[in-house]
T-cell receptor, first 113, second 109 residues
Framework: EPEVTQTPSHQVTQMGQEVILRCVPI?????FYWYRQILGQKVEFLVS????????KSEIFDDQFSVERPDGSNFTLKIRSTKLEDSAMYFC???????????FGEGSWLTVV | RKEVEQDPGPFNVPEGATVAFNCTYS??????FFWYRQDCRKEPKLLMS???SGNEDGRFTAQLNRASQYISLLIRDSKLSDSATYLC??????????FGTGTSLTVIP
């Protein structure tokens, strides 16, 4: 069964450093997402991406964050100048056009120390 | 007002019991509805889509009431392996998916 893959599965970084989380969405999917989940809290929407541009973003997704689809297969989330409160599980998700549900990767657990 | 609201539980039920979870959503224009299951520190996985006519998949039954903006999930004959957090998910404007806080279920032997 096709799946969304994410790397790394776990990353520890020092406060102030930049982090890049990588995702390979399911190959025929057209919409891509990043979500985050702080431990013990709900899954929160960060950003959606379609046709090589951001289609929606939440209040969380400020100038500290950026997304890119550099080569037609990878979909990356860059977090600049990480803060302690950025520690969370970051999920990438993808789907085919509307009407279908989204499929999640296994997540990248980010710990900022 | 939250987009999606769920009772967080926890629900602790014996094996074999029937348990029901409820969820309300705020945007009457929402079109797609889902139940996801999330195990501890794992990704959410689709359990089932929810249709207006109601749908059933084995021991699981989902219902949607558009007039009341209410979604439900019924689990019959609970198994130990059903222990997880159940997430109500609603597709909103701009292809966003809104998640409820999740309802925690523990099935006890």
């Amino acid at each position: 069964e096709p799946e969304v893959t994410q790397t790394p599965s776990h990353q520890v970084t020092q406060m102030g450093q930049e982090v890049i989380l990588r995702c390979v969405p399911i190959s025929n999917h057209l919409y891509f997402y990043w979500y985050r989940q702080i431990l013990g809290q709900k899954v929160e929407f960060l950003v959606s991406f379609y046709n090589n541009e951001i289609s929606e973003k939440s209040e969380i997704f400020d100038d500290q964050f950026s997304v890119e689809r550099p080569d037609g297969s990878n979909f990356t989330l860059k977090i600049r100048s990480t803060k302690l409160e950025d520690s969370a599980m970051y999920f990438c998700a993808s789907r085919i056009p509307p009407g279908n549900t989204i499929y999640f990767g296994e997540g990248s657990w980010l710990t900022v120390v | 007002r939250k987009e999606v609201e769920q009772d967080p539980g926890p629900f602790n039920v014996p094996e074999g019991a029937t348990v029901a979870f409820n969820c309300t959503y705020s945007n009457s224009a929402s079109q797609s509805f889902f139940w996801y299951r999330q195990d501890c520190r794992k990704e959410p996985k689709l359990l089932m889509s929810v249709y207006s006519s109601g749908n059933e998949d084995g021991r699981f039954t989902a219902q949607l009431n558009r007039a009341s903006q209410y979604i439900s999930l019924l689990i019959r004959d609970s198994k130990l392996s059903d222990s997880a957090t159940y997430l109500c998910v609603v597709e909103g404007f701009g292809n966003q998916f809104y998640f409820g806080t999740g309802t925690s279920l523990t099935v006890i032997p």
